[in-house]
């Protein structure tokens, strides 16, 4: 599965921002689907991630409550609703794909998210 994400971009602190990642093919919904970001000097870390079914979904303590992730396994399409955002939400952010049952995992090429304060 190729993944393509987008709608990054500048946004001051207490916006919001949706992020989009396009995949390609048409086993979208064998894959459970998550986003990732990884900060200047840090390592990547775990944002969200919602089961193949959309049934289950899955937060960081530091964005719970903001961010809500979804799928449009239709459209082949995962989201992150990023609202009321935080400088220390800036980052690099990748969405990753996990085939069901596997340790097989995939990424996107990133989209940049600046929040201002």
């Known amino acids: 599965v190729q993944l393509q994400a987008s709608g990054g971009g500048l946004v001051q602190a207490g916006g919001s921002l949706r992020l989009s990642c396009a995949a390609s093919?048409?086993?979208?919904?064998?894959?459970?689907m998550g986003w990732f970001r990884q900060a200047p000097g840090k390592e990547r870390e775990f944002v969200a991630a919602?089961?193949?079914?959309?049934?289950?979904?899955y937060y960081a303590d530091s964005v719970r409550g903001r961010f809500t992730i979804s799928r449009d396994n239709a459209k082949n399409t995962v989201y992150l609703q990023m609202n009321s955002v935080k400088p220390e939400d800036t980052a690099v952010y990748y969405c990753?794909?996990?085939?069901?049952?596997?340790?097989?995992?995939?990424w996107g090429q990133g989209t940049l998210v600046t929040v201002s304060s």
């Open positions: 093919g048409r086993t979208f919904s064998r894959y459970d």
């Open positions: 919602i089961s193949w079914s959309g049934a289950g979904a």
């Open positions: 990753s794909a996990q085939l069901i049952g596997t340790t097989s995992q995939y």
